[in-house]
């Protein structure tokens, strides 16, 4: 089946460690997306890529960072820098085009801090 | 900031339909509307979208006001399932602007 999927569904972080969360797409989708929420609140955009080897950073770039090494996976790294990292993290992808692509999303990571 | 105001829960009854009211006052002309939920700790699902004209798919019709400063999403026959939180967005045409996601409308079906 055509999807995105994101790994792990948890991760917990130690203080000072840096994690990756995985997303890998088989819809053959140009864009990608990382997309952070805490609870009760809405989507906020980290990073995006149009192209491999290619990414700008969203609203909260600040302690994250990612590559997209291959059309397919665009890992995103939660890094110890960023100081509040415990939320919802869902990856997405869509076609570029006109304006009118539907984004299809990922399960989500849940990232906690022990 | 999010371009969409919505508000922040509705009740339906099961089997009637749902109307969920968006107000993006600001659209510019090139921007789409778009529909998506979210069920709780699950990525959000495509529901529906638009430009001008009134949409309608297997899921939910999408009804856009003539002047396009706002929008009704009607869910025909609410069912349990449909419990989630509504994201109304408005889209660029253009890629590299960012998809904005405001908090939604949590809708509550009831028995």
């Known amino acids: 089946d055509g999807g995105i999927t994101q790994s792990p569904k948890y991760l917990f972080r130690k203080e000072g460690q840096n994690v990756t969360l995985s997303c890998e797409q088989n819809l053959n989708h140009d864009a990608m997306y990382w997309y952070r929420q805490d609870p009760g609140q809405g989507l906020r955009l980290i990073y995006y890529s149009q192209i491999v080897n290619d990414f700008q950073k969203g609203d909260i770039a600040e302690g994250y960072s990612v590559s997209r090494e291959k059309k397919e996976s665009f890992p995103l790294t939660v890094t110890s820098a960023q100081k509040n990292p415990t939320a919802f993290y869902l990856c997405?992808?869509?076609?570029?085009?006109?304006?009118?692509?539907?984004?299809?999303f990922g399960s989500g990571t849940q990232l906690s801090v022990l | 900031d999010a371009k969409t105001t919505q508000p922040t829960s509705m009740d339906c009854a099961e089997g009637r339909a749902a109307n969920l009211p968006c107000n993006h006052s600001?659209?510019?002309?090139?921007?789409?509307v778009y529909w998506y939920r979210q069920i709780h700790s699950q990525g959000p699902q495509y529901i529906i979208h638009g430009l001008k004209n009134n949409e309608t798919n297997e899921m939910a019709s999408l009804i856009i006001t003539e002047d396009r400063k706002s929008s009704t999403l009607i869910l025909p026959h609410a069912t349990l399932r449909d419990t989630a939180v509504y994201y109304c967005?408005?889209?660029?045409?253009?890629?590299?602007?960012?998809?904005?996601f405001g908090t939604g409308t949590r809708l509550q079906v009831f028995p």
């Open positions: 967005i408005v889209r660029p045409r253009s890629n590299t602007d960012k998809l904005i």
């Open positions: 600001t659209i510019s002309g090139n921007e789409y």
């Open positions: 997405a992808s869509s076609i570029i085009g006109q304006g009118n692509e539907k984004l299809f």
